[in-house]
């Protein structure tokens, strides 16, 4: 199950369940488009966040783990996270020890939603009527 809208130049999928999106984003991003992908990973943390454009992903972290990055363009978001003050420079933490993961998280996201220009609408996404779509359809278990 996937829900879908729009907010400003892009538009979003909220997907329920174990959907194919988180996996399959530069398949997803042929031709133009771009994705980016939240896994919010409560499981098995850290969330992951990934920007894909073209067919390639072209840049992905840890929250958390910033310092670990993979991509065609690892280093894309270095400077935007230097400048905010999740990483100093050198590649070493900026953010106080003490701080909790979660303020930490929301930290690193807004960098990320500021450097993309996005502003997925959290009441919209979370609590209004949007088109849904089974993405597929499974017996198994």
């Known amino acids: 199950m996937v829900r ?5 130049d892009w538009s979003f999928a909220v997907e329920y369940g174990m959907g194919d999106g988180r996996d399959n984003p530069a398949e ?6 771009e ?3 939240l896994e919010p990973s409560p499981d098995h943390p850290p969330r992951t966040f990934s920007y ?19 991509g ?4 894309l978001l ?9 990483l100093y420079p050198d590649g070493r933490y900026a953010r106080p020890d003490t701080e909790h993961y979660r303020a930490r998280d929301r930290h690193t996201l807004s960098l990320i939603e500021s450097h993309f220009t996005l ?6 996404a979370n609590n209004e ?6 993405v597929a359809l499974s017996t198994e278990w």
């Open 129 to 134: 009527r949007l088109p849904a779509f089974v």
């Open 4 to 8: 879908v809208g729009s907010c400003g």
């Open 28 to 33: 997803i991003s042929r031709d133009g488009v």
């Open 72 to 75: 065609e363009h690892p280093y």
């Open 35 to 37: 994705v980016i992908v």
């Open 119 to 124: 502003s997925l609408p959290r009441e919209e």
């Open 52 to 70: 894909s454009r073209d067919g390639v992903v072209v840049c992905g972290f840890g929250l958390g783990d910033e310092l670990r990055r993979w």
């Open 78 to 86: 270095l400077p935007d996270l230097t400048a905010g003050a999740t």
